[in-house]
């Protein structure tokens, strides 16, 4: 093998975890490859993964879309603005996330450029030896070598088999990213994040949306008082939310399909324009290495790995969604950036305690740490304060009061454990909280620092207030 195939470093994988783990070693001075098989819709490969291709990026700016759409129909009377006959544009606002997208993965390509990174486009397969396969989207097949690799492969959305995708009416999420028009009916398997957001963007637009969820609890891993408050803002904005509600067969007879569900009442079925496969993500390691080259799985499908990201191979490495923990970006790029450094020689450590998560619902929801459910089940001694957006200045401007901040500290030390937040702007003000933590900080130490007025980040000093029963703004129970 020439030098030119052979590198200190190759990943598998360009998306959040992978193009940042990349740019990260050849920041280090390593020699370094990307391979990724991700193609955009022009045909031509396109770097980010999942995220910025099909999945973070364009959901938001759908989303955004969406958003300015629902104001100008129903959110400016109260402000004196009085606007008439709007109409969506489907294929533009589509247009206009593509657009989004391939300006944000043409600066990654940008990137790899500027610090000189290798980047193959194709399947990489890991062999024995630290050889990496590569097989084009036309089947040629090439191979290199490296001292050290990253699997970065991410993750793809879980299918069943209850609802076949055919991409024209049984679609999984990335399907939902490009519909032509407003479907009338619409319905989503999964009122995950996923299922929330999707149903979110088309129900602003006109469609009248079902979300079929099989659990019989609402958003498990969110704080209790704030799931329940999401709920309430959902429903009351036209999603119609069925728990317990597991999908036995959707099948398609010319324009529509016809779901069969069974809940506590009974079987049910409906018949819908379109039908949304959202109930989660799985691991994406099928052929990702050989057998001569095993990679060591958990019983979830999961890579293990150990403290410093290694598998069970040497200097064979494993990060975001295809290793426990959330399936997140953010995650994966600060794992991205770690392993980069153990292979540089540094000893990087990620607080997974500390990882933010957000849901860019309206109104948004985002939480760091433990939430009152966990902490109490723990057996944790805690102390809470809330305190509700109906209470602030700025949210009463913006004409947007809905929700609350809760903040979550210990009864012994007053050490914030964690902060949930449902309302405007949750996704930034969710920063503050998190740099809290990171510092170990006290109730206190965020009851004490000033903030500026009026803003809606004083929500969140008003609910450390009252933790210890000092909010000035809300009364003290």
């Known amino acids: 093998m020439n030098s030119d195939n052979k590198f200190d470093v190759i990943v598998i994988g360009g998306g959040p975890g992978g193009y940042v783990a990349a740019i990260r070693c050849a920041q280090l001075g390593l020699k370094t490859a990307c391979v990724d098989e991700f193609t955009g819709k022009d045909n ?22 969406s958003h300015h759409y629902e104001q100008l129909n129903h959110g400016l009377d109260q402000h004196g603005i009085k606007v008439s006959g709007v109409k969506i ?3 533009t606002m589509i247009k206009n996330k593509d657009d989004i997208v391939g300006r944000l993965t043409g600066g990654i390509s940008g990137l790899f450029k500027a610090n000189k990174i290798s980047s193959f486009h194709g399947r990489g ?3 024995a030896g630290k050889n990496v396969e590569i097989t084009s989207a036309d089947g040629e097949v090439s191979s290199i070598s490296a001292n050290n690799i990253i699997l ?24 939902a ?3 032509d028009k407003t479907p009338k009916t619409l319905g989503v398997i999964g009122a995950g994040v996923i299922g929330l957001e999707l149903g979110s963007v088309w129900s602003r637009l006109g469609s009248e949306v079902v979300l079929l969820e099989a659990q019989d609890t609402f958003l498990p891993a969110v704080d209790l008082k704030v799931a329940a408050e999401a709920k309430r803002q959902f429903k009351k904005q036209g999603l119609d939310i069925k728990m317990s509600a597991r999908v036995t067969k959707a099948t398609t007879k010319g324009n529509k399909v016809l779901v069969e569900y069974e809940d506590a009442s009974g079987d049910h079925s409906i018949e819908l324009d379109k039908l949304i496969v959202a109930v989660g ?24 790995v150990d403290e410093i990201w290694q598998t069970n191979q040497p200097s064979v490495y494993a990060i975001g969604d295809l290793i426990r923990g959330p399936m997140l970006a953010h995650k994966a790029s600060e794992e991205g950036v770690a ?8 000893e990087p450590e990620i607080n997974y305690d500390v990882i933010p998560s957000v849901i860019y619902t309206n109104p948004e929801i985002a939480s760091v740490g433990q939430t009152e459910q966990h902490l109490k089940s723990a057996g944790e001694k805690i102390k809470i304060g809330t305190f509700p957006f109906a209470a602030s200045g700025r949210a009463q401007a913006l004409g947007d009061t809905n929700g609350m901040v809760k903040v979550i500290a210990s009864e012994e030390t007053d050490q914030i454990l964690g902060v949930h937040i449902i309302g405007p702007q949750a996704s930034e003000l969710i920063a503050e909280a998190v740099l809290a933590m990171e510092y170990s900080a006290s109730s206190e130490d965020l009851a004490l620092t000033i903030h500026a007025h009026p803003t809606l980040s004083e929500a969140l000093r008003e609910a450390a207030l009252a933790v210890d029963k000092k909010a000035i703004h809300i009364p003290n129970r």
Do not use: M, Q
Not at 52 to 57: A, D, F, R, S
Not at 339 to 346: L, N, P
């Open 44 to 65: 031509k490969p396109s770097l980010g993964g999942t995220c910025l291709n099909v999945g973070c990026i364009p959901s938001k700016a759908l989303l955004e879309s």
């Open 89 to 91: 544009d489907v294929p």
């Open 125 to 127: 397969k890991l062999l």
């Open 152 to 175: 970065a492969a991410g993750s793809r959305p879980i299918h069943i088999p209850s609802a076949p995708i055919d991409n024209k009416c049984i679609v999984d999420s990335t399907g």
């Open 177 to 179: 990213l490009n519909f």
């Open 281 to 304: 993500r799985r691991p994406n390691t099928d052929n990702l290495f050989a057998p001569e080259a095993p990679v060591e799985l958990d019983e979830r499908g999961f890579v293990e």
């Open 339 to 346: 392993v980069a450094e153990v292979i540089y020689g540094e």
